[in-house]
């Protein structure tokens, strides 16, 4: 079968003006970026299946400063635009024909050209090379830009994500607390596409208190962490409301290690952008990454 020819919209311009009003859809949108990266070249095929499923728009974005360039010469115009008939022809290669893709080439920064070309998206999807909190150089300045000023999650893969068929969503819990913009919108998904919630919940010793051994301590600090659990459980429980299954666990850990010892290929991590304890590190994260910014309203399909 031939495919669809794909909408192209090609901008070659010096300034770029973000004042204007958001364009009404009468489709969802996942805008995806690409830099011919491995990372976004994962970013691009997850995009694609993620844009198919959910029966979105795919919107292919790369954008270049410089006709020079630093790579021979490669990062111009004309790279930019084969770059991205290139990642369509990646995108359709994933799903085939039932996907409805379009391109947008942009001169100037990045990630500003990705926060406009999303900014009435559903998702904005980047593959990364780096960290996530403060583990290291917070991601690429271009992807760290994107979660800063953004408005929309922003599903981050790393050079180790899997490309698996999702079949679980990870929540987690902060405080004892299963609740924020993050568990909403996991919930929202999980229920659309019926797929079971797995509460991630790590605890630590704390400090000693006086008169307290060492024994007492980690007594104390375990038990207290139960009851979290219980409660943030309990409380996952009441959002989901029987509409999927809900499991949870209670690791003892750093919050970046449990994530990336207990996460797996078909999953899909969900966590809030401002919740430095449950950062994961995108670098040796086997799954993708939902950073939910605070608030969104979750729109979910």
Known sequence: MKAAPERLRVKRVVAMSFEQPARRRERPLVV??????????????????EAAAAGSDLAVVVA????????GGRRGGDWAQQAADDAVGLARATVGDQLTVSTVVEFGPPAAVLLQAARDAELLVLGTRGHVGAVGVLLGSVSRECLRAGEVPVVLLGPDAAPALENRVLVTSVHGAAAGPAVQWAVQRAVSRHHPVHLLDRWS???????LTVGHEYDAARQEALERHSEAMEELRAVVAGRVPVTGELVEGR??????????????????????????????????VVMVPAPVTATVV
């Open 255 to 288: 919050g970046v290690d449990v994530e990336y010892a207990r996460s797996n290929a078909g999953d899909l991590l969900v966590v809030e952008w401002d919740d430095t304890e449950h950062r994961p590190s995108l670098r040796y994260e086997r799954c993708p």
């Open 64 to 71: 270049w400063e410089s006709e020079a360039g630093s790579v």
């Open 32 to 49: 995806v970026g690409y830099d011919e990266g491995e990372a976004s070249r994962a970013a691009v095929r997850w995009a694609g299946a």
């Open 205 to 211: 010793v704390h400090a000693m208190g006086p008169g």
